[in-house]
């Protein structure tokens, strides 16, 4: 950073990523510059995040007199941003992978979070605001009074961890979802998030539904016919 202010920019070419003409221009109309964030190349060839806030000075006679700024170094902070969201972009891919998806709701706000395989399992857009109403909405009526329950449970701190099985009609669709709640907490046990991670068990229902279909089935087959049938384990000899 002490590199950046012991040098004439435009002469030495210690130039950032955008148009210093540009720069120039939006100071002399607007009087300020705040908190633009830009990356910079040093004289050594380092890339650096610097964050600048400037204003126009003007004298006496209105004139422009000179420009007055800081020059804050945000380098570490921007290597963990894209950090950050590389490991957002991995875990939607896996989670789109895995037919599985995750939100997040901030109980104070109201306020929920979905990741992009949650949307992807619901079939809406990617950044849908979503709220508490509207989820409930795409619940099965069958299933929705159970899963309103076991929700609540959580949030009035009756229990801090809960799986259950229901399903959703979006689209014209019925999907079976898999979820996984869990409620954080403060020190005094008062509820301040809930956070669950989905996942779409629609085959592994539906080949268990026709398993029972089939035996259902040979049940009735068998009664009908006055027949049996046995297995025999070779290992155990039962």
């Known amino acids: 950073l002490e590199q950046v202010l012991t040098y004439d920019l435009k002469k030495d070419r210690f130039q950032p990523d955008y148009d210093r003409q540009w720069f120039k221009q939006t100071l002399d109309e607007k009087g300020f510059i705040k908190g633009l964030e830009a990356q910079w190349t040093r004289l050594d060839g380092k890339k650096i995040w610097i964050r600048e806030n400037v204003q126009l000075i003007k004298n006496d006679e209105a004139d422009n007199y000179c420009y007055e700024g800081t020059l804050e170094d945000i380098t570490r902070q921007k290597q963990l941003e ?27 706000t109201g306020v929920t979070v979905w990741s992009d395989g949650e949307y992807k399992l619901f079939g809406i857009p990617v950044g849908t605001k979503i709220t508490e109403d509207m989820f409930f909405s795409w619940v099965h009526p069958e299933d929705k009074q159970a899963l309103m329950s076991r929700y609540f449970d959580c949030v009035n701190q009756r229990e801090y961890s809960r799986e ?28 301040v998030s809930l956070f669950g991670v989905d996942k779409d068990i629609t085959a592994e229902k539906e080949r268990s539904l026709q398993l029972e279909q089939e035996r259902y089935m040979l049940q009735k087959t068998q009664a009908l016919g006055k027949i049996g049938s046995w297995e025999l ?6």
């Open 82 to 108: 894209i950090l950050a969201r590389k490991q957002q972009d991995i875990l939607n891919v896996a989670q789109q992978l895995a037919h599985m998806g995750s939100w997040e709701e901030n109980r104070k």
């Open 164 to 191: 259950v099985e229901y399903r959703i009609n979006v689209n014209g669709k019925t999907k079976w979802i898999r979820s996984i709640l869990e409620a954080h907490t403060r020190e005094d046990g008062k509820v």
């Open 233 to 238: 384990d070779l290992e155990t000899n039962t």
